[in-house]
């Protein structure tokens, strides 16, 4: 049954990889699990982006293989993942980019999700120029460069302005805003998923031609695509309290885990394993890249993984 389980869910991930379906809320799917008698089960969240993958895939071989438990895995955008969180419709989010109003919400007030640590990966959203453009123009470091060079970054999509290239609306963006409120000659125009902007980056880059993208960091993709950031005005506290006012840089933080209240205070070994999930920016981009790059399945490329890093997963099962 459990191998049954885990192609069923490897299909779910190929899925949302190739896809980028992370627009489609699941949150309404409950565990096909969730009747059965006496099972443990785990229901783990997932976003579209393959550093999310990497984290659930290690997490459930590990779930599966060292402790007996059978793990569901739901596909959902990052403030749906909330509310599922707090319902218990899932048990856990390993990887959190920052949502103060759900955490005040729900941590906070509520106190149906509790903190889960810290995941041991720092994230940080920011715009990118491929590092050959930005060898070519070395004048070009900061938001206050990129109108003169708005007609270098012109495609058919973004018509008479430059195109600042996103990935999903439903990801943790300031785009629109900052290209207001900054007063930038361009237009944010959404691949739709990680995915399709992955694909765009890499035929521009294959073609060597400029480009403008949100993006963020760690990324295995800065070792096929070498990129360089282009400074927004710095990060302040609280200078992204207005969407719509937004006019600063991203911030730069640990990410995150959260659990379920319940399954954190109950949920015995699977708790106890998850709340000590923690691994390097370079454990993360090596799992990422045998999936995105290199075509191996989630599972597969967990496998492998956990069959060299023993000493690091071993300090999690304690």
């Not at 699990?33 to 785990?42: L, S, W």
């Not at 007063?183 to 403008?212: C, H, N, R, W, Y």
């Not at 963020?216 to 609280?238: A, I, R």
Request: net charge negative; with cysteine; proline share 5%.
């Amino acid at each position: 049954m459990r191998r049954r389980t885990t192609s069923a869910v490897a299909g779910v991930f190929a899925l949302a990889l190739l896809t980028g379906c992370g627009a489609a809320d699941m949150t309404k799917q409950a565990s096909p699990y969730a009747n059965a008698k006496g099972a443990r089960t785990v229901n783990l969240a997932v976003q579209s982006w393959v550093g999310s993958l990497a984290n659930v895939a290690v997490a459930q071989h590990l779930l599966e293989n060292e402790l007996g438990y059978r793990v569901d895995i739901v596909q959902v955008d990052e403030v749906p993942a909330w509310d599922a969180l707090s319902q218990g419709r899932v048990d856990a989010i390993l990887e959190d980019w920052g949502h103060p109003e759900q955490e005040r919400l729900y941590v906070e007030e509520k106190k149906t999700i509790a903190r889960g640590g810290d995941l041991g990966v720092t994230g940080h959203i920011g715009w990118f120029i491929p590092t050959y453009f930005a060898e070519q123009h070395p004048d070009l470091k900061s938001w206050k460069d990129l109108n003169k060079y708005a007609d270098r970054f012109r495609t058919a999509e973004s018509g008479g302005k430059g195109q600042l290239m996103d990935g999903s609306p439903a990801y943790l963006t300031h785009d629109k805003a900052l290209v207001k409120n900054l007063e930038l000659d361009f237009k944010v125009v959404f691949a739709g998923s990680e995915a399709a902007l992955l694909t765009q980056i890499k035929q521009f880059a294959k073609e060597k031609k400029p480009f403008l993208t949100y993006w963020n960091t760690p990324h295995w993709l800065f070792q096929k695509v070498p990129m360089t950031e282009v400074m927004l005005p710095p990060y302040e506290e609280g200078c992204d309290a207005d969407p719509a006012e937004v006019a600063c840089a991203y911030p730069t933080a640990p990410l995150q885990k959260y659990l379920n209240a319940d399954f954190a205070r109950d949920g015995g070994e699977a708790a106890d394993f998850l709340k000590k999930f923690e691994w390097s920016t370079e454990d993360q981009n090596e799992v990422a890249l045998m999936i995105a790059d290199q075509k191996l399945t989630p599972q597969e490329a967990a496998e492998k993984w956990v069959d060299g890093h023993e000493p690091t997963w071993k300090k999690w099962l304690s």
